[in-house]
């Protein structure tokens, strides 16, 4: 009786462990993966999703939890529409940001915000599938799990590298579309974007990219 | 072109120089009577926990997001800012003994700038005027009361803005750290908007509670 138990206890304990297991990919596995969003990336000229944003501090218990929607459109034409806890809008226009806030509509270039740069490198290259390739800013290594390829990101370049640790991309095993992504900054910290209800090649109107 | 910077520096110095951190319209009185006289931040000894809602501007430059500040022991208070996507611009911890940057954003990372936003942080949350050299002064057609003395290591002035009801607290340790803090929309003596203003480097920082 007890060595039953005990199996059943090991084996109800091995259980969320397996799931979550990744295994590093070999490199017959990774030049699919890469293929595959390539390929995903050259297919989709439009994407509109929901997401949800965690944060995750240490000096925090509970995570800061933000909800919005996401609007992408070839090539690089990004729209992040925060809707809870409060309004906010990010526009990336090819190298122009826009961002409005409650009170303030404010527009710069890229290359003058470093922050917003970064990022808008981050998601328009892993949507594109662009930051797989990038060998001057990114050391990349990939995983399987039973619920997506995983592919991390080490940057190499000194100005990531100064507040980012590493960022994981979570594609899709079907459709090799973005599911998550999450970047892990020095301090430990983690920001986690989960993409939800994903429509692809829908029209999105310009204007979806231009705030006044 | 020497010249034109020692001039353009001695026209900005003479600019922030005529700033006073004394109040208009004051003149000295004799007050026996020291109830309602505000001689703390709104904030000292007060949260555990606060989160706000920021938009901080410097020059041209807005930056935008959350500030935490939380307790993390009886001495140690966090004060964490990042933006709506996650990045963290600043994670300060303020200590009896002294003020840690324990992350800055490189672009940031300037130890005049983390000297500017030490005055900031630690006049809104714990500036407590002493008694001993304490003075008190009249406004000329109101005859409210302000005070002036020091708070640790500032300079102060402080009081109740008898138009707005809102308390200032006006603070220094130099003439580049000039402080202004304006704190107003006030819920059983918590206040849910700051307003933080520093003339020497053109910085507004404005905070909107969220929760406390």
Redesign the interface.
């Known amino acids: 009786m007890k060595i039953s138990l005990s199996i059943i206890v090991f084996c109800l304990l091995s259980i969320p462990g397996a799931f979550s297991q990744t295994t590093p990919l070999d490199a017959a596995s990774i030049a699919r993966v890469k293929k595959g969003v390539e390929e995903a990336a050259l297919r989709t000229s439009t994407i509109v999703a929901g997401f949800t ?1 965690e ?1 995750e ?1 240490s ?2 218990e509970e995570k ?1 939890r ?1 909800t919005g929607r996401f609007y992408f459109k070839k090539d690089k034409q990004l729209r ?1 529409e ?1 809707t809870k ?2 309004s ?1 809008i ?1 526009i990336i226009n090819n190298d122009r940001i826009t ?1 409005k ?4 509509t ?1 527009s710069f270039d890229t290359r003058s ?3 917003f740069g970064e ?1 808008n490198k981050i998601i328009v290259g892993s949507i594109r599938g662009t930051l797989l390739n990038d060998p001057q800013n990114f050391r990349t290594s990939y995983y399987n799990s039973s619920a997506a390829w995983i592919v991390k990101l080490v940057p190499l370049s000194a ?1 990531l590298k ?2 980012l640790k590493e960022i994981t991309l979570h594609f899709d095993k079907k459709d090799f579309s973005v599911n998550r992504v999450e ?1 892990t ?3 430990g ?1 983690k ?1 986690v974007i989960i993409f939800t209800d994903k429509k692809f090649n829908q029209p999105v109107a310009n204007e979806k990219f231009i705030l006044r | 072109m020497r010249n034109l910077s020692f001039v353009s520096l001695l026209f900005l110095l003479l600019v922030t120089g005529c700033s006073s951190l004394k109040p208009a319209g004051l003149k000295p009185c004799r007050t026996t009577d020291t109830t309602g006289i505000i001689g703390k931040s709104p904030f000292t000894g007060t949260y555990e926990k606060m989160l706000f809602r920021a938009a901080m501007d410097i020059r041209d430059q807005r930056l935008t997001g959350l500030i935490l500040v939380k307790k993390t022991s009886d001495t140690v208070t966090h004060v964490f800012f990042s933006n709506e996507i996650g990045m963290t611009y600043f994670d300060f911890i303020m200590k009896d003994d002294g003020f840690i940057p324990e992350y800055c954003f490189e672009p940031m990372n300037k130890k005049a700038l983390i000297g500017i936003f030490r005055t900031c942080f630690e006049l809104m949350l714990d500036y407590n005027i002493g008694e001993d050299g304490r003075k008190f002064y009249c406004d000329r057609s109101t005859g409210a009361v302000v005070v002036s003395g020091t708070s640790g290591r500032y300079k102060t002035w402080s009081g109740r803005s008898s138009e707005t009801g809102s308390i200032f607290i006006n603070g220094k340790t130099n003439f580049s750290d000039k402080t202004f803090i304006s704190f107003s929309n006030f819920t059983a003596g918590v206040p849910s908007s700051v307003i933080i203003e520093n003339p020497f480097i053109n910085l507004k920082m404005q905070l909107q509670m969220i929760s406390f």
Do not use: F, H, R
Not at chain 1, 101 to 104: G, L, R, Y
């Open positions: 944003q944060k501090m000096i925090l800061m933000s992040w925060y806890p409060y906010y990010i961002i806030d409650e009170q303030k404010n915000n470093k922050v990022i100005a100064s507040s970047m900054e020095n301090t910290d920001t």
